[in-house]
């Protein structure tokens, strides 16, 4: 089973701090994904990685930025975490390798509740 | 820009019956649909993957099918149990795109 982990299940910051979430995955997948998902908004991508060094912004990048220095890690970057930034983290991964009928079936971590005060 | 609109927002049926979950988009060249389920305060759980050049999938008694021509899939749930309520979001991704837009979701309640 694939299995995606993130590496805080409630986080709680304080304004203008510097917030990393971080998230691992153990299929060798090409493709990792960050969203946040807010009530009456949805879920929506803040930054997605095709590969290792490699990133393309979502919807809504502003204020966050991201790293993908291996394969299995992906991780999620607040600068400077402002309030409006508290939400529910999504990560996520899939491949375009493997059995056609599974190619590009997304898997997804627990999630992180951050709040930011 | 790709919208996709889940209805109802919400649904609450007794034990037993069978019931569909609707997910509709406005742009029918996707590369595949996938359906999942949240509970609450969790992360999303897969539970059925859609390519484009196929019409439906099977697992239990999940059955989720795809029209492309209409912009339709359909989820269906086979006498339902208590342990099926959570909401269900279905997720498409357009062949040109390598991102998926989500629905907002389909909150359902099976009381025992």
Same mark, same amino acid.
């Given at each position: 089973?694939?299995?995606?982990?993130?590496s805080?299940?409630?986080?709680?910051k304080?304004?203008?701090?510097?917030? +990393?979430?971080?998230?691992?995955?153990?299929?060798?997948?090409e493709?990792? +994904?960050?969203?946040?998902?807010?009530?009456?908004?949805?879920?929506?991508?803040?930054?997605?990685?095709?590969?290792?060094k490699?990133k393309?912004?979502?919807?809504i /990048?502003?204020?966050y930025?991201?790293s993908?220095?291996k394969?299995?890690? +992906?991780?999620?970057?607040?600068?400077?975490?402002?309030?409006?930034?508290?939400?529910?983290?999504?990560?996520?991964?899939?491949?375009?390798?493997? /059995?056609?009928?599974?190619?590009?079936?997304q898997? +997804?971590? /627990?999630?992180?509740?951050?709040?930011?005060? | 820009?790709?919208?996709?609109?889940?209805?109802?927002?919400?649904? =609450?049926?007794?034990?037993?019956?069978?019931? &569909?979950?609707?997910?509709?988009?406005?742009?029918?060249? %996707?590369? $595949?649909?996938?359906?999942?389920r949240q509970d609450?305060?969790?992360?999303?759980t897969?539970l059925l993957?859609i390519?484009?050049?196929?019409?439906?999938?099977?697992s239990?008694?999940? $059955?989720? =099918?795809?029209?492309?021509s209409?912009?339709?899939s359909?989820?269906? %749930?086979?006498?339902?149990?208590?342990?099926?309520?959570?909401?269900?979001?279905?997720?498409?991704?357009l062949?040109?795109a390598?991102?998926?837009?989500?629905?907002?979701?389909?909150?359902?309640? &099976?009381?025992?």
């Amino acid at each position: 089973d694939v299995k995606v982990t993130q590496s805080s299940r409630y986080l709680v910051k304080r304004t203008g701090e510097k917030v +990393f979430l971080e998230c691992v995955q153990d299929m060798d997948h090409e493709n990792m +994904f960050w969203y946040r998902q807010d009530p009456g908004l949805g879920l929506r991508l803040i930054y997605f990685s095709y590969d290792v060094k490699m990133k393309e912004k979502g919807d809504i /990048p502003e204020g966050y930025s991201v790293s993908r220095e291996k394969k299995e890690r +992906f991780s999620l970057i607040l600068e400077s975490a402002s309030t409006n930034q508290t939400s529910m983290y999504l990560c996520a991964s899939s491949s375009h390798r493997g /059995p056609r009928s599974s190619y590009n079936e997304q898997f +997804f971590g /627990p999630g992180t509740r951050l709040t930011v005060l | 820009k790709q919208e996709v609109t889940q209805i109802p927002a919400a649904l =609450s049926v007794p034990e037993g019956e069978n019931l &569909v979950l609707n997910c509709s988009f406005t742009d029918s060249a %996707i590369y $595949n649909l996938q359906w999942f389920r949240q509970d609450p305060g969790k992360g999303l759980t897969s539970l059925l993957l859609i390519q484009s050049s196929q019409r439906e999938q099977t697992s239990g008694r999940l $059955n989720a =099918s795809l029209d492309k021509s209409s912009g339709r899939s359909t989820l269906y %749930i086979a006498a339902s149990q208590p342990g099926d309520s959570a909401t269900y979001l279905c997720a498409v991704r357009l062949v040109s795109a390598g991102k998926s837009t989500f629905g907002d979701g389909t909150t359902l309640t &099976v009381k025992p």
